[in-house]
């Protein structure tokens, strides 16, 4: 928003855009997204275990249910 950082962005938050860095040369791709659009992001046992222990207050109850269906669904123990 007005080309400033913010750490957190949730669903029906005004949109943003996203900088991906990647190594060596880092080159920069900036999109602005939608709701509509599609964001992947890998989600393993590790990340999950992190949210726990580092993230557990600002994840919401229907975070922490879309976190439980995907563990099912990815077949995350």
């Known amino acids: 928003r007005d080309h ?3 750490p957190v962005c949730k669903k029906g938050q005004p949109s943003v855009a996203v ?4 190594g060596g040369h880092q080159p920069t791709y900036g999109r602005h997204l939608e ?7 890998l989600i393993s046992r ?3 275990n992190c949210l726990k222990e580092f993230y557990r207050k600002e994840v919401s109850n229907d975070e922490w249910q879309l976190i439980i269906k995907l563990k099912s669904l990815f077949d995350i123990n």
């Open 35 to 41: 709701e509509s659009d599609s964001l992947y992001s």
């Open 19 to 22: 900088k991906i860095e990647m």
């Open 46 to 48: 590790a990340s999950i």
């Open 4 to 6: 400033k950082q913010i």
